[in-house]
Antibody, heavy 120, light 107 residues
Framework: EVQVVESGGDLVQPGGSLRLSCAASGFTLSSFAMNWVRQVPGKGLEWVSS????????EYAESVRGRFTVSRDNSKNTVYLQMNSLRGEDTAVYYC?????????????WGQGTSVTVSS | DIVLTQSPVTLSLSPGERATLSCRASHDVNRYLGWYQQKPGQAPRLLIY???NRATGIPARFSGGGSGTDFTLTIDGLEPEDFAVYYCQQRTRWPLTFGGGTKVEIK
């Protein structure tokens, strides 16, 4: 089955760190860009970060630049989102999405999301 | 940043009716706009990419149109499973941005 599964969400204190994982199955991750999008419960979607298939290029929302790092391990078919210096406003459900082959910044396959809560 | 404004915020319709959703961009996005559907407790699902192309497995009752700054998503003959929140997203320029969403609810 073709799917992506996020994990790693947790309750963390302000200033803490967390690493989210997005494991792909049923397809070769290295062939596709991957996108991270978050959603505060009851609110809209917010793009967080994207990584090209080659991993040579990454992009970040201004709100997370310098604190979050996206990476991929193609040998493990997994993408990561390292989140440092976490703030209350980072509290959200985080989704990873597989980019379309020719339009990589649209996600055509999403995971179920993983919940991050930043609170003392 | 490119701001996407969706209207209306809420659309109250009955099954079988046509839904017309709007997404207006603050800058020209060419045709690089997509639409997603999201149901409660679920991840978004891509419906339309690059303004008018249906994603794999999306029923023909969903159609998209527009270019530049004005876009529409039309659902011809609402089915019970279509009542959900719909978001537009642009891929023209970083940062990627989403609209605030339109909730299609049962009247």
């Amino acid at each position: 089955e073709v799917q992506v599964v996020e994990s790693g969400g947790d309750l963390v204190q302000p200033g803490g760190s967390l690493r989210l994982s997005c494991a792909a199955s049923g397809f070769t991750l290295s062939s596709f860009a991957m996108n991270w999008v978050r959603q505060v419960p009851g609110k809209g979607l917010e793009w967080v970060s994207s990584i090209y298939g080659s991993a040579a290029n990454t992009e970040y929302a201004e709100s997370v630049r310098g604190r979050f790092t996206v990476s991929r391990d193609n040998s493990k078919n997994t993408v990561y989102l390292q989140m440092n210096s976490l703030r209350g406003e980072d509290t959200a459900v985080y989704y990873c999405g597989k980019g379309r082959p020719a339009e990589p910044w649209f996600s055509d396959l999403w995971g179920q999301g993983t919940s991050v809560t930043v609170s003392s | 940043d490119i701001v996407l404004t969706q209207s209306p915020v809420t659309l109250s319709l009955s099954p079988g009716e046509r839904a017309t959703l709007s997404c207006r961009a603050s800058h020209d996005v060419n045709r690089y706009l997509g639409w997603y559907q999201q149901k409660p407790g679920q991840a978004p699902r891509l419906l339309i990419y690059d303004a008018s192309n249906r994603a794999t497995g999306i029923p023909a009752r969903f159609s998209g149109g527009g270019s530049g700054t004005d876009f529409t998503l039309t659902i011809d003959g609402l089915e019970p499973e279509d009542f959900a929140v719909y978001y537009c997203q642009q891929r023209t320029r970083w940062p990627l941005t989403f609209g605030g969403g339109t909730k299609v609810e049962i009247k």
